[in-house]
């Protein structure tokens, strides 16, 4: 299935059934599996013959799932973990330990802020945070010996600034270090990042690969392109103790990272997505294609409203021809630029939380990316964990409303806005 579209590997990837076999994918709610033999046993735990071993490792309605993402992303192979968070935390364990390094972006998503700034400190890995406005001299002038990845994220949450995966490639490529891209927002049906040189994608698949709010969960692409036996990545390299002494990069050749995602971090950690939000969210992908489109449309029709706004301070959607990324949504997201607006309220914080309470389509959710049109005050909600500073670095001014326009009516929507813009003037 490699030579199909994403729009048909949305509905056919992942699961081929055989004559009589189910055609949706099955569910397989099983903790434990039966073996024939007792050296059987032995191989899969040796990583010497390929099956299931436990849930927690793997199971085969994870497995169908994770292989429809790896196909519609590009990649070689996939794991899918029990959220987002635990996608981006096990992509940046597999390459780190204590005393290494990474750069990131900063304008992410704040619980992706918190735990790359806070929590892997107290792993010891230390991260510099820089800006999409820094030149790549000034970026690379912070790339240390110890330092073992870069992370960003295709459309910034909340902001929607637009990340030009080919020049950060490039230049994580040039200094012998992987580019990991979350791209939640966009899905591989509006972008591909591996196509554009990242190495390593991980979503949340809480947003809009499941797309109707009903499943936690996350999912982390390998491109099997990057060269980890360039000298920076023993971890890869040596021999593992806790397996025989084998070396990944020998045993498993490109699907050397995923496999140590899988065997070591997801086994230790225990961070597996269940298998019946799997089979929810495997279901969720099967419309991805017509929910996105919609979403993109439904969105790029509420920008161009809010533009004109006397109620709206600014707006930033990035296939506004007024966008300064306009460019960067042309080259990266030419189908489309998702379903999430960042926009300003005119006044401030209390005006902004005004045209919330009084909105009656749209509802106040903490979450974004289902079929249903979602608002949110990040300063005080999502991103309120961030100093003032740490928002304003962010793109995250005080008068800032997400909005995650739904595939409902547009002139609904947008009569809703309306009225809600009004009364937050009054």
């Not at 199909?4 to 397989?28: I, W």
């Not at 070396?247 to 950690?269: C, P, Q």
């Not at 909105?359 to 079929?371: F, P, Y």
């Amino acid at each position: 299935m490699k030579n199909l579209s994403v729009e048909t590997l949305c509905v056919q990837g992942g699961y081929e059934p055989k004559n009589g076999e189910p055609r949706v994918a099955p569910l397989y709610q099983s903790t434990t599996y039966k073996y024939d033999t007792a050296n059987e046993v032995g191989d899969l735990f040796d990583l010497v013959k390929e099956g299931h071993m436990y849930s927690r490792i793997s199971n085969p309605t994870l497995d169908i799932f994770e292989k429809k993402i790896a196909q519609m992303e590009g990649g070689i192979a996939a794991v899918s973990t029990s959220s987002g968070q635990s996608a981006n935390l096990l992509a940046i364990l597999t390459l780190c330990k204590n005393g290494d390094h990474i750069i990131a972006f900063n304008n992410l998503y704040g619980g992706s802020f918190v735990l790359i700034q806070s929590r892997l400190k107290d792993f010891g890995i230390d991260t510099t945070f820089v800006d999409l406005g820094d030149s790549d001299e000034e970026i690379e002038n912070h790339i240390k010996s110890n330092t073992k990845l870069i992370f960003g994220e295709t459309l910034g949450n909340p902001g929607v600034k637009v990340f030009d995966i080919e020049r950060y490639s490039n230049l994580a490529h040039k200094n012998g270090l992987p580019l990991i891209i979350d791209n939640t927002f966009p899905t591989p049906y509006l972008c591909r990042p591996i196509d554009f040189g990242a190495d390593i994608v991980t979503h949340s698949s809480t947003k809009y690969l499941d797309g109707h709010a009903t499943c936690v969960g996350g999912v982390i692409v390998d491109s099997g392109k990057f060269d980890w036996t360039n000298g920076r990545f023993n971890c890869l390299t040596d021999p593992d103790p806790n397996y025989h002494g084998l070396s990944y990069t020998d045993t498993f050749k490109e699907a050397a990272y995923i496999t140590k995602t899988r065997v070591v971090f997801l086994r230790d950690l225990g961070t597996t997505m269940s298998p019946f939000n799997a089979f929810l969210t495997n279901i969720g992908t099967e419309t991805l294609a017509l929910r996105m489109e919609k979403h993109s449309s439904n969105a790029l029709t509420v920008a161009k409203f809010l533009e004109t706004n006397p109620y709206v301070d600014w707006v930033n959607y990035p296939l506004l021809e007024s966008s300064s990324d306009y460019d960067l949504a042309k080259k990266y997201l030419d189908k489309g630029a998702s379903g999430i607006i960042a926009f300003g309220v005119k006044g401030g914080v209390e005006e902004g939380k005004k045209f919330i309470d009084s909105l009656k389509l749209a509802s106040l959710v903490v979450h974004v990316g289902d079929v249903r049109t979602h608002v949110l005050h990040p300063a005080s909600m999502t991103h309120r964990q961030l100093s003032k500073e740490a928002q304003l670095d962010a793109g995250i001014e005080e008068n800032m409303i997400r909005l995650s326009v739904g595939i409902e009516n547009v002139d609904e929507i947008i009569s809703d806005l309306q009225q809600a813009l009004e009364r937050s003037s009054l």
